[in-house]
Structures are given as structure tokens and as C-alpha cells.
T-cell receptor, first 112, second 117 residues
Framework: GENVEQHPSTLSVQEGDSAVIKCTYS??????FPWYKQELGKRPQLIID?????GEKKDQRIAVTLNKTAKHFSLHITETQPEDSAVYFC???????????FGTGTRLLVSP | GAVVSQHPSWVICKSGTSVKIECRSL??????MFWYRQFPKQSLMLMAT?????????EQGVEKDKFLINHASLTLSTLTVTSAHPEDSSFYIC?????????????FGEGSRLTVL
């Protein structure tokens, strides 16, 4: 089955700086890679996703890149703001059973 | 947008009792629902896949007799934690894709925080 690794586990940046979170996956057949933001005690919220037929996708301050050969994908947040502080999870869809396998999470702290 | 409603949002129970958590898709049909468990400061771990009209598929290490899953209709799945113990205390959250749409996107319920005394 799919295995997803994520790093760093914690990331502290100053407001306005960029933040990058990286994930690797094991199943070369996985074809869908979403990123979720989770605030304490709340449900995960989809912030951006990318499919295996695309190398990069951008939505305002958020971008995701995918390298299928290396089996890794990254989340880039530019011009970070304090409200970006949360836990971010990457995930990969297991093509065998259509389930999402999550990474271990990154706690992002943006200081004013 | 697709909405998944989950109840209760929090529950406290005594050790040895059973607790039922409901997950409903409000504006779409969900033939499949995924049940995740999240311990504090940890990731979401898939427990089982609920399938309407058939038995649930459990992940390795998850006891099917302890975590009973029923997918009664195209919009409702329930998770019952039987004979709950303090180590079952966790955040349980359901999610579902829209049936017939192979986008991969999952829509999550609000989650249920279970505390077993």
C-alpha cells in the first residue's frame, strides 16, 4: 500500500517569509495529491490539490509542485500571514482502494 | 459544495459502554465513506472503508468487532465503538467522495471527539 512521508514536522517563519513543506510517496501509481490545512479541533480543509498529469499548480499565495519521477511533491506558501499558522497534511490517493493516505503533518507557525 | 455532517461533535462515556457516531452526506450520495482516527498531535489514520450495501473493509490492526461500521444508505454511515476503553479516546472523523465523480477529493465531517473515562 501507499506510504507518505512528510517533513519538516514543525516550521517557524516570520510573517511575509515563504514556507515550503515536502512529501514523498511510495506508490508510483498514485495519481492524486491533496494538501489539507487543519486548525486545532477542526476538520481538515482542502487548500490545493494536484493530479499526476500536472507538474505544478498555483492558487494565489499557495502552489504545489509534483515530481513523479522522484515521487515527491511540495507545498509552497508565499507571503505568509499569522492566519496561515496551522497543521498542514499532504496526502496521496491509493489507486488500489481509492483511499487517501496522509503524511505525518507539519505544524506551521507564522510569527508577526 | 458537498457537505458531510457528523454527530456527535463530542462525547464522554464511561469505560465499557458503547458509543455511536453518525456521518451523513447532506447534498450528495456517498456509496463509500472513510473513517479516520486522529490522536493528539498526530496524523489521520484510516481505520476502515465503509461501503453501502456491503461489509466494511478494515485496515490492518483495526478490530472489526470493536469498531462496528454500518453503511445503511447512500447518505449515512455509522461507527460504533463497542466496550470503549480510555485508550479509544481520540478524534474520529469521517469523509466521503461524491459517488460517480472520480476526482479524488474527499469531503470531511466535523469530527467527533471521544473521551472515555
Amino acid at each position: 500500500g501507499e506510504n507518505v512521508e512528510q517533513h519538516p514536522s514543525t516550521l517557524s517563519v516570520q510573517e511575509g517569509d515563504s514556507a515550503v513543506i515536502k512529501c514523498t510517496y511510495s506508490d508510483s501509481a498514485s495519481n492524486y495529491f491533496p494538501w489539507y490545512k487543519q486548525e486545532l479541533g477542526k476538520r481538515p480543509q482542502l487548500i490545493i490539490d494536484i493530479r499526476s498529469n500536472v507538474g505544478e499548480k498555483k492558487d494565489q499565495r499557495i502552489a504545489v509542485t509534483l515530481n513523479k519521477t522522484a515521487k515527491h511533491f511540495s507545498l509552497h506558501i508565499t507571503e505568509t500571514q499569522p492566519e496561515d499558522s496551522a497543521v498542514y497534511f499532504c496526502a496521496a490517493r491509493d489507486t488500489g482502494f481509492q483511499k487517501l493516505v496522509f503524511g505525518t503533518g507539519t505544524r506551521l507557525l507564522v510569527s508577526p | 459544495g458537498a457537505v458531510v455532517s457528523q454527530h456527535p461533535s463530542w462525547v464522554i462515556c464511561k469505560s465499557g459502554t458503547s458509543v455511536k457516531i453518525e456521518c451523513r452526506s447532506l447534498d450528495f450520495q456517498a456509496t463509500t465513506m472513510f473513517w479516520y482516527r486522529q490522536f493528539p498531535k498526530q496524523s489521520l489514520m484510516l481505520m476502515a472503508t465503509s461501503n453501502e450495501g456491503s461489509k466494511a473493509t478494515y485496515e490492518q490492526g483495526v478490530e472489526k468487532d470493536k469498531f462496528l461500521i454500518n453503511h445503511a444508505s447512500l447518505t449515512l454511515s455509522t461507527l460504533t465503538v463497542t466496550s470503549a476503553h480510555p485508550e479509544d479516546s481520540s478524534f474520529y472523523i469521517c469523509s466521503a467522495p461524491i459517488s460517480g465523480r472520480d476526482t479524488g477529493e474527499l469531503f470531511f465531517g466535523e469530527g467527533s471527539r471521544l473521551t472515555v473515562l
